[in-house]
């Protein structure tokens, strides 16, 4: 685990995996929500749990490190805020793809 | 009805909630408002609803029922209402509930959606909570992302694909053809998940491994690319390019190189590069490194390698952060028994990390010591680990004190030592060692013959201050009734004697009887101790009388039983009562396996109970030696007796073995004691390390008739200076043609180092006739008795 003031960070593992390379997932995973909410507090993580839960699906698929690069993540998480306002704000079925 | 209220307004009203009540009544108030939503099948609102509903789950209260309205947010249209949903199956659905599989024709038509991103959610959650069904439905969609040209898909669909394989893992196959050009990749997310997905194909089929093993080459070279080439910003970590993916392309060389002599070496230069040149002054460094460790020691790497590995191991345990200390001692102890040289050399600084002061990285420290006391360094380190023994946590102690047993039983350079270790042991952490210990250290003290006063002496000094620690009081009891004539007549070389009189000897041990603290079974040892004093002791037999026949009525059972013949002993056995509670002799020594095991002992160690019954059961076939006797004539000759057979046949056979595990097999040159009528006896020899005044006979009996010998009985008897003991026969049927043997062992003592001489007798039916045959045996080598 991380402890990042008053928060903890703890993740599971198995016994192969490597623990100090956690550490470092746990550390990228905590500088993405950070760049993502500027700054993140506790009660940013709170008020937006869906959006901590989507920035971790975009990092993390299945156990296992999908996207390695900061940039990339933020950017499909980006993307994907788009089109939710778009489609809300639309309020009719979507048909935008953006690549 | 009213617009339902915003997620955010819920998270509010719920946070200022100051009692548990209050959440609870708040909570269930918005479940009911949800719950009519719901029935009310509101599109608008479903997916606040649902958002709502999440948090209420997470916050630890039911919310089976949103699992229905999660699927229906799957399949609307909307991309927020399709992301919440596969956000809520995600966490309200697995496996168990039967609703999940209704989600499969909907993800089916999200991976194939136009948009990215609806794809990609569905594949995100097929990869974390998808069944063997869905995946074994789905599967055929996935490999087909596999081979798309969006890289943002094909990362996902390689993770997805890893999750399908480790649910049904016949599905393999269907991968392989999309894996061709994986490593080629540029971007490297999809690199990343691409080493994943091949690492979990070898990892669970060996035709893969050996499929993929001609990709070591393009693997070192996409490693070195990364090591070599410059700051790339995005993918960076603290000066290093890509730590994690670093890592998993080390983790697949690992699986690759295992075992297979090509790979390794084509893996030697890299992995040193890698070792040599990664900073580490950041945990990533440290990171990169630990797992090249790992790989270095799980291939075939040469040993100049595995050295470095190890130094890099032991530059570990000097970093201040725990982590990696703790990291650096878990791999430690895995690799101490391939490298146990290399290991040594950092033995000073694991013996520091006895004194951390954290839990987990002592306890390592101390297994990791374990390991690596060896007969050169056994004094040192078990300085240190009496130390750590007497400052640890509870919880260590019986683990440190079966520990240091073995260790002392392995390597005492004398026995002395031996001795006083096991005192500061007993004295130290009396309490806490296991109930098993205390037969062993009976046994260990026996068998030191010349130390019977010094442990004595030095057992009574412990208890007489304090008498709480149950196992020490056992084993002081034990002695005190053993040895108790040289306690108080004085005779001690090792230490100053002290003037104990007998009174003050049976006051020890009637306190310790008396004393609340005194468990049941010390209590029995310590009334068996009183009785055997009765036969050391000269003055006084009456105040003994008196404490046992007290007893006679004591609540506990056990006591009472015992005091009761104790008693009969003192009013109609008193002529049996100095046969009865003679000296005990040397007994045999048994190997302990471990803590955990339980220990075999020999019939005659066990309980103090049965102390008193294997000399009665010597008093029956003392009649069948007073026979052997009359046969032989001799009147220099004294009769052996057998050892009873209830020690069972089965601990015959492992009591051989566990002799043998302590004997020095050197070529003592064995003899043919007997050779008449088809029937040859030969007897081989070894001698104790330990005691060298013992020697074991291994008999050997064949038969080279064409006809078996039944019911063969093998006695010997040897002059007085010697004592004998005869364990039970292998059988007792000898089989014809040579094409069997039976074996019995003898162990003779012989502390006058006197020459060995044996008549031995032979009885046994064959041919339908009952034969028997007397010998003696003469022809004994020197090596055997000298």
Redesign the interface.
């Known amino acids: 685990y991380y402890r990042y003031a008053s928060l903890y960070f703890c993740c599971a593992i198995e016994d192969q995996d ?4 956690t ?3 746990i550390h ?1 995973y905590v500088e993405l929500l950070d760049k993502y909410f500027g700054s993140v507090c506790e009660l940013d993580i ?2 937006n ?2 959006k901590a ?2 920035i971790l ?1 975009e990092f993390l ?2 156990g ?9 993540v933020l950017k ?1 998480i980006e ?2 805020d788009l ?2 306002e ?3 704000s639309n309020f009719s ?7 | 009805m009213p617009a339902p209220i915003r997620l955010r307004e819920l998270i509010r009203t719920i946070r200022t909630a100051r009692t548990q009540a209050e959440e609870r009544e708040m909570i269930q108030k918005e479940c009911a408002a949800i719950r009519s939503s719901f029935r009310e099948e509101d599109n608008t609102y479903r997916c606040r609803n649902v958002a709502k509903l999440l948090y209420m789950h997470m916050l630890g209260y039911p919310a089976h029922f949103g699992q229905l309205e999660c699927l229906k947010l799957i399949a609307s249209q909307k991309f927020t209402d399709k992301r919440i949903g596969y956000l809520g199956a995600m966490l309200l659905l697995d496996e168990r509930q039967d609703v999940h599989l209704l989600m499969t024709n909907c993800i089916k038509n999200d991976l194939n959606h136009s948009t990215q991103y609806v794809q990609g959610l569905a594949l995100c959650t097929l990869g974390c909570m998808g069944s063997s069904e869905m995946c074994r439905d789905l599967a055929g969609e996935v490999e087909k992302l596999l081979k798309t040209s969006n890289s943002y898909l094909r990362k996902k669909a390689a993770l997805c694909a890893v999750h399908v394989i480790r649910k049904v893992p016949e599905l393999m196959e269907m991968f392989l053809p999309a894996t061709k050009n994986l490593l080629n990749e540029k971007n490297h997310g999809v690199l990343h998940t691409s080493v994943v997905l091949l690492t979990e194909m070898c990892e669970r089929s060996p035709d893969m491994l050996a499929h993929f093993r001609k990709l070591v080459p393009q693997l070192v070279r996409i490693l070195k690319n990364l090591i070599m080439s410059g700051y790339s910003p995005e993918h960076d970590v603290s000066g290093i390019s890509d730590p994690f993916l670093q890592v998993r392309i080390l983790r697949l060389l690992r699986i690759l190189g295992r075992n297979d002599d090509d790979s390794s070496e084509a893996m030697n230069d890299i992995l040193a590069q890698v070792a040599t040149n990664t900073e580490t002054s950041k945990n990533v460094g440290n990171a990169i490194l630990y797992e090249t460790v790992l790989t270095i020691m799980d291939i075939k790497s040469e040993s100049g390698l595995r050295v470095l590995a190890i130094n890099i191991l032991g530059r570990f345990l000097l970093n201040n952060d725990k982590n990696i200390r703790y990291v650096a001692l878990t791999s430690l102890l895995k690799t101490v028994q391939t490298d146990h040289n290399a290991v040594q050399r950092h033995r000073s600084t694991i013996v520091d990390c006895l004194k951390d002061l954290d839990v987990s990285i002592k306890r390592r420290a101390m297994e990791l010591s374990f390991a690596l006391v060896n007969g050169n360094n056994v004094r040192g380190m078990m300085k240190e680990l009496l130390y750590f023994l007497d400052s640890c946590e509870p919880e260590f102690k019986a683990d440190c004190a079966s520990g240091i047993f073995l260790a002392a039983e392995k390597y005492a350079p004398s026995k002395r030592w031996h001795i006083d270790t096991i005192m500061r042991v007993l004295t130290t952490a009396g309490s806490y060692v296991r109930d098993d210990a205390v037969p062993n250290l009976i046994q260990l003290i026996t068998n030191s013959v010349e130390m019977h006063a010094y442990t004595v002496q030095r057992l009574y000094k412990a208890i007489l201050g304090d008498y709480s620690q149950q196992p020490l009081v056992q084993v002081a009891s034990w002695c005190i009734g053993e040895y108790g004539d040289l306690l108080v007549s004085g005779q001690c070389e090792e230490e100053e004697p002290i003037q104990v009189t007998e009174d003050e000897v049976l006051d020890i041990l009637e306190s310790v009887l008396i004393s609340n603290m005194s468990a049941s079974v010390t209590r029995g040892y310590a009334l068996t101790a009183i009785m055997k004093l009765s036969t050391r002791f000269t003055c006084t037999v009456n105040r003994i009388k008196k404490v046992v026949s007290i007893y006679g009525s004591s609540i506990d059972v056990e006591l009472q039983q015992r005091a009761v013949e104790y008693n009969a002993l003192f009013k109609k056995y008193d002529h049996m009562r100095p046969a009865l509670l003679e000296r005990m002799p040397v007994m045999e020594k048994v190997t302990t396996n471990g803590p955990a095991e339980i220990v075999q002992t020999n019939g005659e160690t066990e309980t103090a109970v049965l102390e008193t019954k294997p000399p009665p059961s010597g008093l029956q076939p003392a009649n069948q030696a007073n026979d052997l006797l009359d046969l032989l004539g001799g009147s220099d000759i004294t009769p052996v007796i057998p050892t009873a057979p209830t020690s069972k046949p089965a601990t015959a056979g492992g009591e051989l073995l566990d002799l043998l595990g302590d004997l020095n097999l050197t070529g003592i040159p064995s003899i043919t004691a007997y050779n008449k009528n088809g029937l040859k006896i030969d007897f081989t020899f070894e001698r104790s390390n330990t005691n060298p005044s013992v020697t074991v006979i291994t008999i050997q009996a064949s038969n080279s008739t064409e006809l078996e010998m039944t019911d063969f009985v093998f006695q010997a008897a040897v002059p007085k200076t010697f004592q004998l003991q005869l364990l039970s026969p292998s059988s007792s049927v000898i089989p014809a043609f040579n094409s069997g043997t039976i074996t019995q062992v003898i162990k003779v003592l012989n502390p006058q180092k006197q020459q060995l001489r044996m008549r031995i007798k032979l009885t046994y039916n064959h041919k339908g006739s009952a034969m028997q045959d007397l010998a003696e045996v003469n022809n004994f080598p020197p090596q055997s008795w000298q």
């Not at chain 1, 490597?18 to 390379?21: A, R, S």
């Not at chain 1, 296992?64 to 990339?72: D, F, G, R």
């Not at chain 1, 079925?93 to 690549?99: F, I, R, T």
């Open positions: 490597n623990e100090l390379i550490l470092e997932i990228r709170i008020f749990f869906e839960y989507f699906d698929l299945g296992e490190v999908q996207e390695t690069s900061k940039k990339n499909a993307q994907a089109l939710q778009v489609s809300t079925g979507l048909s935008v793809s953006m690549v």
